[in-house]
């Protein structure tokens, strides 16, 4: 019998090659999706590997070829929370906008998000515990989590140029304030239902904390600073 084309020999193993390849992205997007939500419920833990193998259609031996064990994968976890939220503030295009209507809207997206996306606050929560190991560790987070930063810095630079406001506030302190609201919302939620009875899962809530957070925040920063 003739030998077969060495082309179609060398040709043979390709095809399963290459579909590998294709389904390597999927397959730990996949795996990424299962563990933020095991994270975000169990903590960091309380979710277990094993558990986040058997949830997703791959193995726990690709958890540890993709991420190289329950840290890496943890990180990678952050990281990509990190980054989803950092994308949808890039994608609101707010330098086109005055100072003062950039800021609300960017406050409203932020206490939106946090609600719709509660394992953020979460994982946060987690990695707060863990005195931020992860985080500290990641190459990165820093790169990840600097543009929020510039584009506060460019709309009180704006504001202060157009009047609206007058206070000098560092980038950094004004995102952890309105993070703060967010977070809290999230987090602390169950408790304050518990000890008030207030719920802050309801639409009339989120709106009516957009609009408080939003009106404090403008009044603040154009309040003159009473120290200097």
Same mark, same amino acid.
């Given at each position: 019998?003739?030998?077969?084309p060495a082309?179609?020999? +060398?040709?043979? &193993?390709?095809?399963?090659?290459?579909?590998?390849?294709?389904?390597?992205?999927?397959?730990?997007?996949?795996?990424?999706?299962?563990?933020?939500?095991?994270?975000?419920?169990?903590?960091?833990?309380?979710?277990?590997?094993?558990?986040i193998?058997?949830?997703?259609?791959?193995?726990?031996?690709?958890?540890?070829?993709?991420?190289?064990?329950?840290?890496?994968?943890?990180?990678?976890?952050?990281?990509?929370?990190?980054?989803?939220?950092?994308?949808?503030?890039?994608?609101?295009?707010?330098?086109?906008? &005055?100072?003062?209507?950039?800021?609300?809207?960017?406050?409203d997206? =932020?206490?939106?998000?946090?609600?719709?996306?509660?394992?953020?606050?979460?994982?946060?929560?987690?990695?707060?515990?863990?005195? +931020?190991t992860?985080?500290?560790?990641?190459?990165?987070?820093?790169? =990840?989590n600097?543009?929020?930063?510039?584009? *506060?810095?460019?709309?009180?630079?704006?504001?202060?140029a157009?009047?609206?406001?007058v206070?000098e506030? +560092?980038?950094?302190?004004?995102?952890?304030?309105?993070?703060?609201?967010?977070?809290?919302?999230?987090?602390?939620?169950? =408790?304050?239902?518990?000890?008030?009875?207030?719920?802050?899962? =309801?639409?009339?809530?989120?709106?009516?904390?957009i609009a408080?957070?939003?009106?404090?925040?403008?009044?603040? *920063?154009?309040?003159?600073?009473?120290?200097?």
């Open positions: 019998m003739p030998a077969e082309t179609q020999l +060398a040709s043979q &193993p390709a095809a399963p090659a290459a579909r590998r390849t294709r389904s390597a992205p999927r397959s730990r997007a996949e795996l990424l999706d299962v563990a933020t939500a095991e994270f975000a419920r169990l903590g960091y833990f309380g979710a277990r590997v094993d558990e193998a058997a949830k997703s259609s791959t193995t726990k031996r690709m958890i540890y070829y993709y991420f190289g064990d329950k840290d890496g994968l943890f990180t990678a976890v952050l990281e990509r929370a990190y980054a989803d939220i950092r994308a949808a503030e890039k994608a609101l295009d707010l330098t086109h906008l &005055p100072s003062r209507e950039a800021l609300a809207r960017l406050i997206h =932020t206490l939106r998000w946090h609600d719709t996306h509660p394992e953020l606050a979460r994982l946060v929560a987690s990695e707060n515990a863990l005195n +931020a992860h985080l500290r560790r990641s190459s990165r987070q820093a790169g =990840t600097l543009p929020i930063l510039q584009t *506060l810095d460019d709309i009180l630079a704006r504001g202060r157009d009047g609206s406001f206070r506030v +560092a980038a950094v302190d004004l995102h952890l304030y309105m993070s703060a609201v967010a977070l809290f919302r999230v987090t602390n939620a169950p =408790t304050i239902q518990a000890t008030f009875g207030v719920r802050m899962d =309801t639409p009339g809530s989120l709106d009516a904390a408080d957070l939003t009106a404090m925040v403008c009044a603040w *920063l154009r309040t003159p600073d009473p120290t200097e």
